[in-house]
């Protein structure tokens, strides 16, 4: 699942054709690169800035890793572990000093939208998708009607996920995640993701063997997080095993419970690609602001082929991941699952219109005008420049998350600007004299 919605892990890149992404991280932030013509690096983009965005190494020391792994073998009995079980995933089990820093890395979501999705939502995507959904056409539509997720929103993730299992990971997985537990980033968290995938092997559906996948833990073509794994994977083909690496029944069905739990509504949609005008009431374009259709008509905001929305009380937010001269969408409510999937608004954003395209929706216009990006430098030094002016930022990162977002069109209103909450030079410069 993305990187949040399992549990908000990372992913590993295994080349551009295959990622497997991160899930927790909610930041998505602007790289100097140029997309289509559109995405342009400006004066202040520096490429060395962002190296110094370099993490911190594991917090606890490696040598007590043993020890800490006898204290986990006695939590795993307590949990119902069976002896066997625990023997034969953790004997001989070793601390792995690189997912530790891929855990503290994960650049690839320092990226503008218009580069990620570019990357990402492929036209070889697009074409496997469909083929897919042609091949499996009975069992997409079985899965359709018991859990209302349509077989392409299950086929767009499935894409991203593992490009159709050709990309699932390389990794043993029980290393990484008792890594990953031993780690005092987020311990607690993958010390229940490691008791999770213990259980998977008590239950018969996998051995240790069998789990091989991302960096972050993830297993199968969907990459789900074993407690997901465990709550939510079904034996949809019948052969008394959930198998989430080689059943397409198993992974289709599985794919669609977890979605659906999450909060998924049956026949409704999810996002739309909109045109929107030269002048709007830019504070309202937010995923937190919602105004019936009937609303955003009224304000400008058409259909990306320039016929008028509908002028109705469904409720949506205009969602404007690149400011207001970038690609411009309407999120309905089912968006929310993409953002449950995977934290990152890049990830959850291409993964939700890769679905529309595999759909027959038309390819992204790049927006109204040309882009120009704040690396990821300029975006940090702008965080400390708005942190000292009282805003939460976080811990500046150079990412652009909801937060960051938040605290910039605060202060683009309050320098009189379209407060589109998307990063500038000419606020960084603002910021930069204090004015």
Known sequence: ?????????????????????PKEADAQGPFPVQVQGQVQAGPASSQAGAQNLAPPPSCRNTADFGRWLATFRADATKAGITPRTIATALDGLTLDDSIIRRDRGQAFFSQSFLEFQGKLA??????????????????FDRVEKEFGVPGTVITGLWALESDFGSGMGKLPVLRSLATLAYDCRRSDMFRAELIAALKII?????????????????????QFLPTHYD?????????????????????VASSANYIRSIGWKAGEPWLEEVRVPEKLPWEQANL??????????????????????????????????????????????????????????????????????IGGAPQLNPGRAPVQVVDASGVKEMQILLARR?????????????????????????????????????????LRQGR
């Open 1 to 21: 699942m993305g990187f949040s919605k399992k549990m908000a892990t990372a992913a590993t890149l295994v080349g551009l054709a295959t990622v497997v992404l």
């Open 390 to 430: 009282g805003s939460d930022v976080g811990v500046p990162d150079g990412r652009l998350g909801v937060a960051t977002r938040t605290a910039i069109r605060l202060a683009q209103q309050k320098f009189g600007m379209p407060a589109d909450a998307y990063p500038s030079f000419e606020l960084l410069e603002r």
């Open 202 to 222: 008590d239950k018969g559906d996998l051995k240790p063997a069998d789990m091989i996948g991302s960096w972050a833990g993830e297993l199968g073509q969907t």
């Open 231 to 251: 709550n939510y994977a079904l034996d949809y083909d019948g052969d008394g095993k959930r198998d989430l690496f080689r059943s397409i029944s198993d992974i």
């Open 122 to 139: 492929s036209q070889n995507r697009v074409t496997n998708g469909r083929s897919m959904l042609t091949k499996h056409k009975a069992l």
């Open 288 to 357: 937190a602001v919602q105004h019936p259709r009937s609303q955003w008509a009224k304000w400008g905001v058409t259909r990306i082929n320039g016929e008028p929305i509908p002028a109705d009380n469904v409720p949506v937010s205009l969602h404007l991941l690149m400011g207001r001269n970038g690609p411009a969408f309407i999120a309905y409510r089912n968006f929310s699952v993409y953002t449950e999937w995977n934290k990152s608004l890049n990830y959850a954003t291409t993964a939700a219109y890769l679905a529309n395209r």
